[in-house]
């Protein structure tokens, strides 16, 4: 997945033409900056790339997720639906609204099942978020039509699966809204970045807005601009924009080279008795970041992290015993270990989960091994990787 492993000579070239004029501000200052606007270029290549109206850059995909959100009218008491398995970024982003994290089932796609949505939709449920994790996406047409019966916002957080598709549509471009991060381990980086994409005016608009202080971004003086909403600062730096642009000339070659890595394993694991694969949607096309398998057992599985990691498979993630991506691991959210106050709603929504009963997504994520696809990998390296993997798997 990491765009870091192959930064070079594109992305030196596109930051020094920002270090020549000394603009590192997206905003303002045009009479220094010859020109060149690093952010607003991403945002339309991105758009275009991603096959949507409007994209807009923050600074961070954490700051993405809270930007959409807030762009599409989401907060204080709002219910928004989201996955037990998923990076933490997913609830901070709903906590910082004041909104409430509502956590539900993930099946055998390793995102959310639709069935547990449609049980814990409530009349406080504003949005729901599939989390496309590890490359690939949650049966979204299923998502749809919860959301179109209740009049929910559907938010793609497509963080780890840029570059795959659903029914010919890019993943974040098929809800109202999706996110990307551009963080340093992600598949294009920025060293820190994240995008907002939307087919829709009102919610660019917003968001353009909401990440800058409520700015309107209108006419030419930025001290004489007007603030029609509250706002914050999310703001992308032209430096870290125009690391962005140089990965995204490479974005396709990045994917193909996933892609032949992913089949290589894939391949060699095909036929091993006890590992399956995870359920990618009918329609969908991964990203090839991660190759995703389930073990018979939760024990097997972790067995099975331990025989590869000593026979020098590294990056293989057992997310059960993970400190960041499942809710076991989450004991800060649970225990509601707050430095500051959180209203008595959240705190007891918080509370709750505890007793909560996610069986069934310790059924999937107890049994799930993943490996992290690297780019830098040789032809050699790949199909070493790929023999032991699939030694160490058949000798358990
Ligand atoms: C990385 C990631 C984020 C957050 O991105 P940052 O840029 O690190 O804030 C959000 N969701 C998922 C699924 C991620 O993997």
New binding site residues.
């Given amino acids: 997945m990491p765009g870091f492993e192959v930064f070079g000579a594109r992305e030196r070239a596109q930051v020094n033409e920002v270090l020549e004029t000394g603009v590192l501000m997206r905003y303002g200052f045009d009479g220094m900056r010859q020109g060149r606007f690093k952010a607003l270029e991403f945002e339309q290549a991105f758009a275009q790339r991603m096959g949507v109206d409007h994209c807009q850059l923050v ?7 809270t930007v959409a959100l807030a762009s599409a009218g989401v907060g204080a008491g709002d219910e928004v639906i989201m996955p037990t398995f ?5 609830f901070e ?1 709903i906590l910082m609204l004041g909104a409430i994290p509502v956590l539900v089932d993930i099946d055998d796609t390793l995102t959310l099942d639709p069935k547990a949505v449609a049980a814990a939709v409530t009349e406080k449920t504003k949005a729901v978020m599939p ?3 590890c490359g690939s996406m949650a049966d979204l047409d299923a998502l749809k039509e919860i959301c179109k019966a209740h009049d929910l916002i559907l938010l793609e ?4 699966a840029i570059g795959g598709t659903y029914k010919g549509t890019a993943l974040g471009a098929y809800g109202d809204l999706g ?1 990307f ?3 340093f ?2 598949t294009i980086t920025c060293g ?3 995008a907002v994409i939307t087919n829709n005016t009102n919610y660019k608009v917003n968001a353009d807005q909401y990440q800058d202080h409520g700015h309107d971004h209108i006419g030419m003086d930025r001290g004489a601009e007007t603030h029609p909403t509250l706002g914050y600062n999310f703001r992308i730096s032209e430096l870290h924009a125009a690391v962005g642009l140089g990965q995204l000339e490479r974005f396709d070659e990045i994917l193909d080279r996933q892609k032949a890595h992913y089949d290589i394993l894939a391949q060699a694991l095909g036929d091993v008795p006890g590992v399956s694969f995870r359920r990618v949607p009918e329609g969908g096309v991964q990203n090839h970041s991660f190759l995703n398998i389930f073990l018979p057992t939760a024990e097997k599985a972790e067995q099975a992290q331990k025989a590869l990691s000593a026979a020098g498979i590294d990056a293989c993630f057992y997310w059960f015993k993970n400190n960041w ?1 499942y809710i076991n691991g989450w004991e800060h959210l649970t225990q509601v270990k707050s430095i500051a106050p959180v209203s008595p709603q959240i705190e007891e929504n918080l509370l709750q989960l505890r007793h909560k009963d996610f069986s069934q997504s310790d059924h999937y994520i107890g049994r799930t091994l993943s490996f992290l696809v690297k780019l830098g990998w040789d032809q050699a390296t790949v199909a070493q990787r790929a023999r032991v993997m699939r030694e160490t798997l058949l000798s358990l």
């Avoid at 600074?59 to 997720?65: E, N, W």
């Avoid at 998923?86 to 997913?90: G, L, P, Y």
């Fill in positions: 600074s961070s995909g954490t700051a993405a997720l998923t990076f933490v970024a997913s982003s989390v496309h994790m957080d497509a963080c780890q996110c991060s551009f963080d381990v992600k820190e970045g994240g991506h």
